[in-house]
């Protein structure tokens, strides 16, 4: 208990900078995951296949890997991205993948009657999409996003592990052990602080899920 | 109807590609030691002892560091683990008649790996501290490394003192945690796991400078002449020292006398030559501090 009662500091400033970017990050994934599965239902085929380029790319490399890729990568690269930008752009495009794929499968459970009804009512391609497929869509994918916005919590400590080194509740945990050299308890209350922010996040899901889900 | 099966075709190319570039890396511990075979003449330890029953396993494990040239390194062209570390830990596989087989250390690990027996022995460029002494043993110092600051040429650094809103690249766990949060409070500092993503972090501009040991620093202006050392006093003076489980008496005084033999026969001098001098043109005696005195100095 002194571990975390002595260093509540750390363990507070870490928890702050967690929360910042993984509710960035999460901003970024939803959109940009939002627009692929666009892509990936429209009816032209080249849109198709950018999508499914987008997804294959983001979904298939380690979030490690694309770490190293948008920080000292890109600075090489001449671009001056800093870390929190690196982090919360890396993060947020590796889960909009998979937000993008669960939107999808939630736009392929809305049946074909819906999206015809809609054009014979005079609806635009894109306006059958937003107004009428889409909404029905988020509401059946609700479940599967809380998943990946637990899943990208938890990745985030990824973030402050690699070269971008973002002072984040691993960071900080790490930090207090190094000093104290009480592991075990230096990394439970990181596991504590991780759980208060995915517990916040099953909260609000099963909040939006309890409003729009469809029952069955 | 869905364009993900081309995609994937494409994607499985490229990885069989690249897999194929990457081909033939073999993992080689440890490698190039003349002191591989037992020899008919070391010494036989009881088997209650560390060193006996190191001896029955035929082999010490010892931690190193990957990528700290010159002290600890895998050689980019060869995989063997080499550096002034790595002699030391030879000499004392080969005072046992051992094979000696290096895995890696980083600083922040290293201490758990002793605790938990991961390894027998770490020389990982590990700095001799109170704090530390409480959870491991140590042999007496064998180098001394000072407390530096490394920049880009004429990066406007002229001291600890300026280093006040810079981005400052150290190793987590490390004792420049502790001594830049006393000596530069308003620097801000970047925590990473390796010396390597510190010499990375400066190369691409993400820092402005890395503090740790001189000879570490040496090691990156040897990779990347466009750094510099800042002029101007060391910021500390770090006794580097073995680190081996607390208590184990025995293995201590074993250690320090092969650390003796090492200094005195000539071998110290030889690797330091090897390993620093002939880098830095610099020249260095021995250590002839002891654990004790490095520890009272500090306390």
């Known amino acids: 208990m002194e571990v975390l009662t002595d260093n509540l500091d750390d363990f507070a400033s870490g928890l702050w900078v967690t929360t910042r970017l993984v509710g960035a990050a999460f901003l970024v994934a939803v959109v940009l995951g939002t627009l692929v599965a666009a892509l990936r239902v429209s009816e032209s085929r080249p849109l198709r296949t950018l999508g499914g380029l987008y997804v294959e790319t983001f979904r298939n490399v380690p979030l490690l890997v694309l770490l190293f890729i948008t920080f000292p990568g890109l600075r090489r690269g001449g671009v001056d991205i800093n870390a929190w930008t690196a982090g919360i752009v890396a993060l947020g495009l590796y889960t909009s993948a998979y937000v993008a794929e669960v939107l999808r499968s939630g736009v392929a459970a809305v049946s074909r009657g819906q999206r015809e009804a809609g054009l014979s009512l005079g609806f635009g391609q894109v306006a059958v999409l937003r107004r009428i497929v889409l909404p029905q869509a988020f509401r059946t994918v609700i479940g599967p996003l809380g998943s990946i916005t637990i899943a990208m919590i938890k990745n985030?400590?990824?973030?402050?592990?690699?070269?971008?080194?973002?002072?984040?509740?691993?960071?900080?945990?790490?930090?207090?052990?190094?000093?104290?050299?009480?592991?075990?308890?230096?990394?439970?209350?990181?596991?504590?602080?991780?759980?208060?922010l995915t517990l916040t996040a099953t909260a609000a899901f099963r909040g939006l899920e309890a409003r729009y889900a469809i029952r069955r | 109807m869905q364009p993900k099966r081309p995609i994937a075709l494409l994607w499985l190319c490229v990885l069989v590609l690249v897999l194929g570039a990457c081909g033939g890396d073999d993992e080689e511990?440890?490698?190039?030691?003349?002191?591989?075979?037992?020899?008919?003449?070391?010494?036989?330890f009881p088997a209650s002892t560390t060193m006996g029953r190191i001896q029955a396993k035929k082999e010490i494990t010892i931690g190193v560091k990957y990528d700290v040239p010159p002290f600890g390194f895998k050689n980019p062209s060869s995989n063997a683990i080499e550096g002034f570390d790595v002699d030391f830990g030879k000499a004392v596989a080969a005072k046992l008649g051992v094979k000696p087989r290096f895995v890696e250390a980083i600083s922040d690990n290293r201490i758990p790996f002793i605790m938990d027996g991961t390894?027998?022995?770490?020389?990982?460029?590990?700095?001799?501290?109170?704090?530390?002494?409480?959870?491991?043993?140590?042999?007496?110092?064998?180098?001394?490394?000072?407390?530096?600051?490394?920049?880009?040429?004429?990066?406007?650094?002229?001291?600890?003192?300026?280093?006040?809103?810079?981005?400052?690249?150290?190793?987590?766990?490390?004792?420049?945690?502790?001594?830049?949060?006393?000596?530069?409070?308003?620097?801000?500092?970047?925590?990473?796991?390796?010396?390597?993503?510190?010499?990375?972090?400066?190369?691409?501009?993400?820092?402005?400078?890395?503090?740790?040991?001189?000879?570490?620093?040496?090691?990156?202006?040897?990779?990347?002449?466009?750094?510099?050392?800042?002029?101007?006093?060391?910021?500390?003076?770090?006794?580097?020292?073995?680190?081996?489980?607390?208590?184990?008496?025995?293995?201590?005084?074993?250690?320090n006398g092969v650390l003796d033999e090492y200094e005195t026969g000539g071998a110290w001098a030889k690797a330091y030559e090897k390993w620093l001098g002939q880098y830095t043109g610099e020249r260095q005696e021995p250590p002839t501090e002891t654990l004790s005195e490095v520890l009272e100095a500090a306390a």
């Open chain 1, 156 to 196: 985030s400590a990824i973030v402050g592990a690699s070269i971008v080194a973002l002072d984040d509740v691993l960071k900080e945990a790490r930090v207090v052990n190094s000093a104290t050299f009480q592991t075990t308890e230096a990394f439970f209350w990181a596991a504590v602080c991780y759980l208060l």
């Open chain 2, 29 to 44: 511990q440890g490698g190039g030691g003349a002191s591989a075979t037992p020899a008919a003449d070391v010494e036989r």
């Open chain 2, 119 to 255: 390894v027998d022995l770490v020389l990982s460029t590990m700095t001799i501290n109170p704090e530390r002494a409480e959870e491991i043993g140590f042999t007496d110092p064998y180098f001394i490394a000072k407390g530096r600051i490394l920049q880009k040429k004429d990066g406007g650094i002229t001291g600890v003192d300026s280093l006040a809103g810079k981005k400052v690249c150290t190793a987590l766990g490390s004792t420049y945690e502790e001594t830049l949060k006393e000596q530069a409070p308003d620097a801000k500092l970047t925590l990473v796991d390796t010396y390597s993503e510190c010499l990375e972090s400066i190369q691409n501009g993400s820092v402005d400078a890395v503090s740790t040991d001189d000879v570490i620093l040496t090691g990156m202006i040897i990779q990347d002449d466009s750094l510099e050392l800042v002029d101007g006093e060391e910021l500390t003076t770090e006794p580097y020292g073995g680190g081996f489980k607390k208590g184990d008496r025995e293995f201590g005084e074993f250690l």
